[in-house]
C-alpha cells in the first residue's frame, strides 16, 4: 500500500519538471494539483506560467452588463435569477430597452456590451437578430458579446434551424462574440443535479465549436463550488483544452464561483477563497493552449480577485456595471467599479494595467 500523499508528492515534482521542459499536465497532473497541500507551491508555478505569457501585463476592459429577461424555461436550481410564470419579479425587455439600458454606459466609454439572460418562453431568434442589429446601429464602435450557448441553442430550436445558421445570421447581424455562460460542469450526474433541463455539456460545447467555426471568438467557463468533485473540474477542464486544440477560438477561461443564496442548493456553503484561488492556478496550469483565465471579482470580490492575480489569473474582466444574475444569489460585490478602482487592483497586485476591448485589441472609441 502506498504512504498517504505519496501520489501527490511525486505528481508534484513530476509537475515541475514538465513545467519546466514545456510539456502538456495530464489529468493524473490536474488532480494531484487539486489535492497538493502546500497551495502557494501551486501559485508559484501558476504565476510563473502566467508571467511566461502576459510579464507584468493584466488586462480588463470598460464593459457594461444587460440582462434581458430573467423567466426562464429551465429553472436551473443553481440559479437564484430565475422567476417562473407567475413570479412578479419576471421581466423581458424589448430589443429597443436593451439598447437604451446600454446607452449611458458606452457613452461614458464601454467598449463592450454584455447581454445575456434567461430563456423566455416568448423569445425569438428574431428577437435575438433585432436585439444584435439595434445595438450594431446605435454603437457601431463597440463590441457586442451576446448570448450563451444555451441561449443559441434555444433560439436554433424554437427556430427550426441548425445551430451553424443562426449563428452565421447573429453574426451577419453584428455580434462579435459569445460568452461562456451555461458550461456549469460538463458531468452528466452533476448536470442532472443542478441544471436537469439545461443543454448537456457535449451540447454547449458544440456551439462553441460551431461559433469557432464560423469565426466568432468565445470565452469558456466553469461553475465550482457546488457538488462537483474535483476530477469532475479537472475532465471539464481538459474538455475545454482539447476544444481548443481543436479550433483555437475561446479567447478567455472564466472560473466561476458559486453563490448558493437563493439557490435550490442553499444548504452548500460555497466555495473558499483558497478554493478559488487553487481552481484559478490549477486551470492556467491545465489550460495551457488558452491565452486568458480571467478573475471575475463580481463573483470572487475585488480582494480576492486581486490575489489571483499571483495565482495564474491575467485579467480582473471588467468595470461590468448592473450585473444581476450573481447578485440575486447573494453576491455583496459592489454593481460596478470604475477603471481607476480596477486600475489600482492590478498596480497593488505587482502588474501593470492593460486596457483592452472583448478581443484583446486595444479599444477603439468614437471621438467626443
Known amino acids: ?3 498517504p500523499g505519496l501520489f501527490v508528492t511525486i505528481n508534484f515534482k513530476s509537475i515541475e519538471s514538465k513545467l519546466a521542459a514545456a510539456e502538456r499536465l495530464t489529468r493524473d497532473d490536474g488532480l494531484a494539483l487539486f489535492e497538493a497541500p502546500d497551495l502557494l507551491a501551486v501559485a508559484r508555478l501558476a504565476d510563473a506560467a502566467r508571467q511566461q505569457r502576459h510579464g507584468r501585463r493584466a488586462y480588463y476592459c470598460i464593459n457594461t452588463h444587460v440582462n434581458n429577461t430573467n423567466r426562464c424555461v429551465n429553472e436551473c436550481g443553481l440559479c437564484a435569477f430565475w422567476a417562473g410564470a407567475q413570479d412578479a419579479r419576471g421581466y423581458l425587455l424589448t430589443p429597443a430597452e436593451v439598447v437604451e439600458r446600454a446607452r449611458p454606459d458606452v457613452e461614458a466609454g464601454a467598449t463592450e456590451v454584455h447581454v445575456v439572460g434567461g430563456l423566455h418562453p416568448d423569445l425569438t431568434l428574431d428577437y435575438y437578430l433585432d436585439m444584435v442589429e ?16 444555451v441561449e443559441v441553442a434555444y433560439a436554433a430550436r424554437k427556430a427550426g434551424l441548425g445551430v451553424a445558421e443562426v449563428l452565421a445570421r447573429l453574426k451577419a447581424a453584428g455580434l ?3 460568452p461562456g455562460g451555461g458550461a456549469e460542469i460538463f458531468n452528466p450526474e452533476v448536470r442532472r443535479r443542478i441544471c436537469p433541463r439545461k443543454i448537456s455539456g ?4 458544440g456551439v462553441h465549436r460551431q461559433a469557432h467555426r464560423a469565426g466568432l471568438p468565445t470565452n469558456a467557463t466553469m461553475l465550482y463550488g457546488h457538488v462537483e468533485s474535483p476530477a469532475d473540474r479537472v475532465d471539464h477542464l481538459l474538455a475545454l483544452r482539447s476544444l481548443q486544440d481543436e479550433t483555437s477560438g475561446f479567447a478567455a477561461f472564466i472560473p466561476l464561483a458559486f453563490h448558493p443564496a437563493g439557490t435550490a442548493l442553499l444548504d ?10 487553487r481552481t484559478i492556478a490549477v486551470s492556467r496550469l491545465l489550460l495551457d493552449n488558452v491565452p486568458h483565465v480571467k478573475a471575475f471579482w463580481i463573483m470572487l470580490t475585488p480582494d480576492v ?12 474582466d471588467g468595470t461590468v456595471v448592473r450585473e444581476e444574475i450573481t447578485h440575486a444569489a447573494g453576491a455583496h460585490t459592489p454593481q460596478g467599479l470604475t477603471a481607476t478602482d480596477l486600475e489600482h487592483l492590478i498596480r ?4 501593470e ?3 483592452r476591448d472583448t478581443l484583446y485589441r486595444p479599444p477603439r472609441r468614437v471621438p467626443a
Open 134 to 149: 439595434r445595438l450594431r446601429d446605435a454603437f457601431p464602435q463597440v463590441c457586442i458579446q451576446a448570448m450563451t450557448a
Open 305 to 316: 480577485a486581486q490575489l489571483a492575480l499571483r495565482f495564474g489569473a491575467d485579467d480582473l
Open 353 to 355: 494595467p492593460v486596457e
Open 348 to 351: 497593488a497586485a505587482g502588474c
Open 268 to 277: 452548500l456553503p460555497g466555495p473558499s477563497a483558497c478554493e478559488s484561488l
Open 176 to 178: 462579435t462574440g459569445l
Open 202 to 205: 457535449k451540447e454547449w460545447l
Open 1 to 3: 500500500m502506498s504512504q
